[in-house]
């Protein structure tokens, strides 16, 4: 089946270290995006890819890094230098615009993955 | 700064009864919006979706109306069922960004 596959589900971290959050589409997309919701809040954009090699940030990107070297893939990497990183990460992907109309297009989303910080 | 946000935080109604969620924005910019679902420990799905040049759009069981005079979105869903039970969020975007901006979310409650 299609869809958006994120690992892992559950991830707890020692304060001080690194972890990737895996993010892979099999939707032929273009467009990819990792968002952070905290408890009761909305989602908020991390950084977004619109087509392979390239990434921009998004609204919360400091502590955060991603690479986009494969169509399908779209790692999240949570560095040491993210103050408060527990939270749950949503990937996402979109095939972009529909035709002549704006906006992203609809949003794949994943079941998401939620980090903890011991 | 411009944000997306929404008026009631939860909302409780019987099943088979008409859900109003409601959306404010403040971008005037913005020109498309969108309506997701959020089950528990789930990701969003989208829901339905409406353009600026348009004042209501109908789906399955939901309409979405966008007042553009006063900055307010709704989604109206019908004959609302325990499976709608879930926490919604409206979205805004402007132009060809790809950059969606999310509001803080409608909890939604079907007493049975």
């Known amino acids: 089946d299609g869809g958006i596959t994120q690992s892992p589900k559950y991830l707890f971290r020692k304060e001080g270290q690194n972890v990737t959050l895996s993010c892979e589409q099999n939707?032929?997309?273009?467009?990819m995006y990792w968002y952070r919701q905290d408890p009761g809040q909305g989602l908020r954009l991390i950084y977004y890819?619109?087509?392979?090699?390239?990434?921009q940030k998004g609204d919360i990107a400091e502590g955060y890094s991603v690479s986009r070297e494969k169509k399908e893939s779209f790692p999240l990497t949570v560095t040491s230098a993210q103050k408060n990183p527990t939270a749950f990460y949503l990937c996402?992907?979109?095939?972009?615009?529909?035709?002549?109309?704006?906006?992203?297009?609809?949003?794949?989303f994943g079941e998401g993955s939620r980090l903890t910080v011991l | 700064g411009e944000s997306v946000g929404l008026h009631l935080p939860t909302l409780s109604v019987q099943e088979g009864d008409n859900s109003i969620i409601n959306c404010a924005y403040s971008?005037?910019?913005?020109?498309?919006f969108i309506w997701y679902k959020q089950e528990s420990g789930k990701g969003p799905q989208f829901i339905i979706d409406?353009?600026?040049?348009?004042d209501k759009r109908q789906g399955q069981r939901v309409t979405v109306l966008l007042n553009k005079t006063v900055k307010h979105l709704s989604l109206q869903i019908a004959a609302t069922q325990p499976g709608d039970s879930a926490v919604y969020f409206c979205?805004?975007?402007?132009?060809?960004?790809?950059?969606?901006?999310f509001g803080s979310g409608t909890r939604l409650l079907v007493r049975p």
């Open positions: 996402a992907s979109s095939s972009g615009p529909l035709a002549g109309g704006p906006g992203p297009g609809e949003l794949f």
């Open positions: 979205a805004e975007n402007k132009g060809s960004s790809y950059k969606l901006i």
């Open positions: 890819s619109q087509i392979v090699n390239d990434f």
């Open positions: 939707l032929n997309h273009d467009a």
């Open positions: 971008n005037s910019a913005s020109d498309y």
């Open positions: 409406i353009r600026s040049n348009m």
